[in-house]
Structure formats: structure tokens, C-alpha cells
């Protein structure tokens, strides 16, 4: 069955940065995009980007422009985020979710079970 | 950004009673609209896309309709496992946007 497989929750301190991965297995990895999407404590759904594991092409909300790099080892069908400069106002969980054939972008199906990421001194 | 405004926020009701959800995006989205089941402290699980197009497994009481600005999804007989929150998304053009979500509690 399609899965995605997040990494353990994370303390860091601000100004660190922080790696969160999203193993995939059960589907062809090169046919869907993985977005990610991140929710502050008792807060809404905000996206964070997308990038095809195909192409390699990625976009990200303006905010987070310059501080998130995106990335996929194919050979272990696994995305990465990673998030620099963190402020307590990364504290959330994020979560990755695949996007549902691989040219709507936007429009996700499966989601990985979250990583809380909790960023303080 | 395209702004997703669902209404109402909250709603209380009992099993068996039957509730509808609106999400209106501030401008055309065609039929580009997710919607998502949030339980508490779990993963959002997408429902409905395409407006209206119900997700594999997902229990046929569950439905979507709209286009263009206005959508609404209908749970046709609450059941004691729907509650909670629900979200709206647009997917039709950058950046993805969510509607700020409606919690549905037991009354």
C-alpha cells in the first residue's frame, strides 16, 4: 500500500537548521510531486513547496524563498526538507503529502504522519 | 494569493443529523478544490477532490459540489468518527491555499 514514513520530531535551537525526511514506498516515486505542508500548534494548514522527484523542479511559498532547500535520494524513494534560520515561529508539525498524479501539483491524496518540529532556546 | 474562506468555523450536531460546509475562494477556481478530515492529532486525509470526486475508501456520506467561487461539502448522516476538523484547499493556481478550517463537535 502507498506510504509515507516521516522522520522523528526535532528540538532545535533558533538559528539552527533542520533536515525532516519522507520515505515513500508502494507507488512509482518519479510519478508524483511531494509537497509539504506545516501546521503551528492549534493552528491552520499553511503550504511550505513541491518538488518532482522527476525533474527535480521545486517551488516553495515566497516566505520561505532563500531558507528551505528541497531534495530526493531516488535511490531510497525518500524526499527531503530542510528549513535554515529557524524562529520560534517554525515551531509545527510538517508534514509531506504526494501530489496526485504528477501534473496536477497541487491536488495531494496520500500525507505522511507529520514531524514536530519544535524550535527553542 | 487566492483567499479560502470556509463558514461556518464551528458546528455542533448529533449522529444522524446531516451538515454542509462552505468554502468560497476570492476568485474562479473552476472545480480545483480539496477537501480534508483533520482528527485530532492525526494527518490531514484528503476526502474529496476535484470538488466533487470522492476519495478511494471514503464513505459514500461524504460529498462535494460547486465550481467556480463557491463549494460546499455535505456529510448526509454525521457519524461518531467525523468529528472533526475539516479543510477546504485550492489547487488550481500558486501558492495552494487552505481554508482556515471548520471544527465539528458533538452536541
Known sequence: ?121 | DIQMTQSPSSLSGFVGDRVTIICRASEDIENALVWFQQRPGRAPKSLIHSASILQSGVPSRFSGSGSGTDFTLTISSLQPEDFATYYCQQSHRYPPTFGQGTRVEIK
Open chain 1, 1 to 121: 500500500q502507498i506510504q509515507l514514513v516521516q522522520s522523528a520530531a526535532e528540538v532545535k535551537q533558533p538559528g539552527a537548521s533542520v533536515k525532516v525526511s519522507c520515505k515513500t514506498s508502494g507507488y512509482d516515486f518519479f510519478s508524483h510531486g511531494i509537497n509539504w505542508v506545516r501546521q503551528a500548534p492549534g493552528k491552520g494548514l499553511e503550504w511550505v513547496g513541491w518538488i518532482s522527484p522527476l525533474s527535480g523542479n521545486t517551488n516553495q511559498a515566497l516566505k520561505f524563498f532563500g531558507r528551505v532547500t528541497w531534495s530526493t535520494d531516488t535511490s531510497t524513494t525518500t524526499a527531503y526538507m530542510e528549513l535554515k534560520s529557524l524562529t520560534s515561529d517554525d515551531t509545527a508539525t510538517y508534514y509531506c503529502a504526494r501530489d496526485r498524479d504528477g501534473t496536477d501539483w497541487y491536488n495531494t491524496d496520500f500525507w505522511g504522519q507529520g514531524t514536530l518540529i519544535t524550535v527553542s532556546s
